[in-house]
Nanobody, 116 residues
Framework: QAHIVESGGGLVQAGGSLKLSCANS????????AGWYRQAPGNERESVAIISSSYRKNYAASVKGRFTISRDNDKDTVYLQMKSLKPEDAAVYYCKLRDWAGAGYWGQGTKVTVSS
């Protein structure tokens, strides 16, 4: 059974940085593509960044140039480096890992708070 563990959220001032991690604890499957999503109160969950098995990356327009998604296959971990954070980036961030069969597994979410 997949166990996805996220970490790295917290409180940061506007302009600051955070790095989120998403680990496939126990390495129960091979990560194909992976993505970070976020959901702010009252909003729908939205895609932030996607990385494919071939390391192709896609970003939401709102974060392009400020966020960087990466992966370490040896550690079965996906990261989201966030810089120049803005109050509107505040949300609960979720990662989703997809296996070779296309099944997706969500993390529990990690909260990011940005003070102005």
């Amino acid at each position: 059974q997949a166990h996805i563990v996220e970490s790295g959220g917290g409180l940061v001032q506007a302009g600051g940085s955070l790095k989120l991690s998403c680990a496939n604890s126990g390495s129960t499957f091979v990560i194909m593509d992976a993505g970070w999503y976020r959901q702010a109160p009252g909003n729908e969950r939205e895609s932030v960044a996607i990385i494919s098995s071939s390391y192709r990356k896609n970003y939401a327009a709102s974060v392009k140039g400020r966020f960087t998604i990466s992966r370490d296959n040896d550690k079965d971990t996906v990261y989201l480096q966030m810089k120049s954070l803005k109050p509107e980036d505040a949300a609960v961030y979720y990662c989703k890992l997809r296996d070779w069969a296309g099944a997706g597994y969500w993390g529990q979410g990690t909260k990011v708070t940005v003070s102005s």
